[in-house]
Antibody, heavy 121, light 106 residues
């Protein structure tokens, strides 16, 4: 069964750091691009960052560029999101999502259940 | 930056046809994907590349894209179709989601 399992969410103070993980199983992990997508309470979906299967190409939305780093360990079938200088507006449920192919234009065909990040003092 | 515009809400009578639109500049030239998000659940892909349906998605779900508008059509609407629906494209460097449409089945 294809599965994504996020972890690492929690409560962090403004300006703090947090790292999220997404453990993948049931598919050839290094053959697919991966993304992080977040959803603030009561709001819509917002794409955060994407990474190619090899990890060589990364993409970020403007609001997190320079603060967040996406990475992957293909030997461990795990995707990461390292977040620093966190702001209240980063509070959200963070999903990892598998791309259907290698292209950034591919749909997200598998989603995890999400991990919650709360930025508050 | 590229923007996608969706109506905030759409209502449909049980058993009738719902149409949810997604507007974007020349969206007909891109691959548009649609997701269903039921309350408390992760999003699910229902249409990809404008009109293709993943395995397990009922034939009642269909998509069409032309010009500046993409449309998700849900035929014979059921109570279980009540959810938020999002369109999504890739603009070359970033992923863009529409604001989402809440579908209510009356």
């Amino acid at each position: 069964e294809v599965q994504l399992l996020e972890s690492g969410g929690g409560l962090v103070q403004p300006g703090g750091s947090l790292s999220l993980s997404c453990a993948a199983s049931g598919f050839t992990f290094n053959a697919y691009g991966m993304s992080w997508v977040r959803q603030a309470p009561g709001k819509g979906l917002e794409w955060v960052s994407a990474l190619s299967g090899s990890g060589d190409n990364t993409f970020y939305t403007d609001s997190v560029r320079g603060r967040f780093i996406i990475s992957r360990d293909n030997s461990r079938n795990t995707l990461y999101l390292h977040m620093r200088t966190l702001r209240a507006e980063d509070t959200a449920l963070y999903y990892c999502a598998k791309h259907a192919g290698i292209s950034g234009g591919d749909a997200f065909d598998i989603w995890g259940q999400g991990t919650t990040v709360t930025v508050s003092s | 930056s590229y923007e996608l515009t969706q109506p905030l809400s759409v209502s449909v009578a049980l058993g009738q046809t719902a149409r949810i639109t997604c507007g974007g500049n020349n969206i007909g030239r891109t691959n548009v994907h649609w997701y269903q998000e039921r309350p408390g659940q992760a999003p699910v892909l229902v249409i990809y590349r404008g009109s293709d349906r993943p395995s397990g998605i009922p034939e009642r779900f269909s998509g069409f894209t032309s010009g500046n508008t993409a449309t998700l059509t849900i035929s014979r609407a059921q109570a279980g179709d009540e959810a938020d629906y999002y369109c999504q494209v890739w603009d070359g460097t970033t992923v863009v989601f529409g604001g989402g449409t809440k579908l209510t089945v009356l």
